[in-house]
């Protein structure tokens, strides 16, 4: 038992590595242009069944790349690591949905997760590449959601359950 979960303690660390990376990245390559986030939001045509006022895309696109600075942080240091894993999956369940609905009316554009976002010809789509990456990165999110203890944690170090360096006797 203490194998699997040493093991699983090591998933966990990669799985929030993985997504905590990808939403830091994604985030900081969008926080310098909101105006850009912004049209990206506007490409999806999903705000426009609710209102066509300006101000609600951006309500709606400013605290994206945020968000995802503040949970992609959390899960690198692993701290609120049930939490921030579940924020992110749902983020990604958003961005999967998001995708998908352009996906199937027809709309080309590019998906803008890391930050350039618009419209592109209809051969230049990755929709199905964007979804599956956004499905494993959710995966990440679900796993360190479901077994959030794991090594090189700041959550772990505020429950006092390092273990200590074993150090060298003088005998062996």
């Not at 990669?14 to 905590?20: D, Q, S, T």
């Not at 240091?77 to 992110?88: E, I, S, Y």
């Not at 995966?139 to 090594?151: D, H, I, N, Q, S």
């Amino acid at each position: 038992m203490a194998f699997n979960r040493s093991l699983f303690e090591w998933v966990t660390l990669v799985a929030r590595l993985i997504l905590g990376c990808t939403l830091l990245i994604a985030g900081l390559l969008k926080i310098g242009n909101l105006e850009s986030m912004t049209q990206s939001v506007y490409e999806y045509q999903i705000l426009k069944y609710i209102s066509t006022d300006p101000t609600l895309l951006r309500v709606v696109a400013y605290p994206i790349p945020v968000i995802e600075i503040i949970i992609g942080a959390l899960l690198i240091a692993g701290l609120f690591t049930r939490a921030a894993g579940l924020l992110g999956a749902a983020m990604m369940l958003v961005f999967i949905a998001a995708i998908a609905s352009v996906w199937a009316r027809g709309i080309s554009i590019d998906c803008g997760c890391f930050g350039k976002g618009g419209k592109v010809a209809a051969g230049q789509t990755t929709y199905l590449q964007d979804i599956l990456r956004d499905a494993g990165l959710m995966a990440c999110g679900l796993w360190a959601a479901w077994k959030p203890k794991c090594k090189l944690s700041v959550d772990r170090l505020l429950a006092g359950t390092v273990e200590p360096v074993e150090e060298e006797s003088e005998n062996g």
